[in-house]
T-cell receptor
Framework: GIQVEQSPPDLILQEGANSTLRCNFSDSVNNLQWFHQNPWGQLINLFYIPSGTKQNGRLSATTVATERYSLLYISSSQTTDSGVYFCAVEADSSYKLIFGSGTRLLVRP | KAGVTQTPRYLIKTRGQQVTLSCSPISGHRSVSWYQQTPGQGLQFLFEYFSETQRNKGNFPGRFSGRQFSNSRSEMNVSTLELGDSALYLC?????????????FGEGSWLTVV
């Protein structure tokens, strides 16, 4: 089945710094989403981005489907950005998401 | 518009018991899927339902089952609970008519098996 790899596994930043999170996937996909998991466990949708580039405030994402990777950019990080970021893909119109293992981000004040 | 609602949020069960978790999707969404999150295995797909039909199922034992009702609400059941079933169970919904839609998650149900 399709494999999803995220890097780095852990990231520590000072408030105000920028960061790039990467997601590699092993096959073509018809859905790719980025999520932020809050301390209470809920997965918050950040982007639906099977291809192309999107921006939402300080966050932006780019997916290059032909090269099978996606990037999540966080600019001017804030302590509230801390948490785990997941990339998840759907392949073969399977109606199921395959998740990467996540990037744990800690933003220090 | 209300999000995906899961109940109960927290529960503690004893080994051998069974548990039923409930999920109400976003209004108008007809696809409901379930995921299990554990520290060791990460986030894993359990099953997905659309219009009361299971369209896909993950690699879990038969103790894990689910169903969807005509109003799109869904329940999942775990019988003969084991310690390893302790996890966060997440429900998600999407419009679901075709694959590749944005999927939205609820707050989850934290299950502890003692």
């Amino acid at each position: 089945g399709i494999q999803v790899e995220q890097s780095p596994p852990d990231l520590i930043l000072q408030e105000g710094a920028n960061s790039t999170l990467r997601c590699n996937f092993s096959d073509s996909v018809n859905n790719l989403q980025w999520f932020h998991q809050n301390p209470w466990g809920q997965l918050i949708n950040l982007f639906y981005i099977p291809s192309g580039t999107k921006q939402n405030g300080r966050l932006s994402a780019t997916t290059v489907a032909t090269e099978r990777y996606s990037l999540l950019y966080i600019s001017s990080s804030q302590t509230t950005d801390s948490g785990v970021y997941f990339c998840a893909v759907e392949a073969d119109s399977s109606y199921k998401l395959i998740f990467g293992s996540g990037t744990r981000l800690l933003v220090r004040p | 518009k209300a999000g995906v609602t899961q109940t109960p949020r927290y529960l503690i069960k004893t080994r051998g018991q069974q548990v039923t978790l409930s999920c109400s999707p976003i209004s108008g969404h007809r696809s409901v899927s379930w995921y299990q999150q554990t520290p060791g295995q990460g986030l894993q797909f359990l099953f997905e339902y659309f219009s009361e039909t299971q369209r896909n199922k993950g690699n879990f034992p038969g103790r894990f089952s689910g169903r969807q009702f005509s109003n799109s609400r869904s329940e999942m059941n775990v019988s003969t609970l084991e310690l390893g079933d302790s996890a966060l169970y997440l429900c998600a919904s999407s419009p679901g008519v075709i694959a590749g839609n944005t999927i939205y998650f609820g707050e989850g149900s934290w299950l502890t098996v003692v």
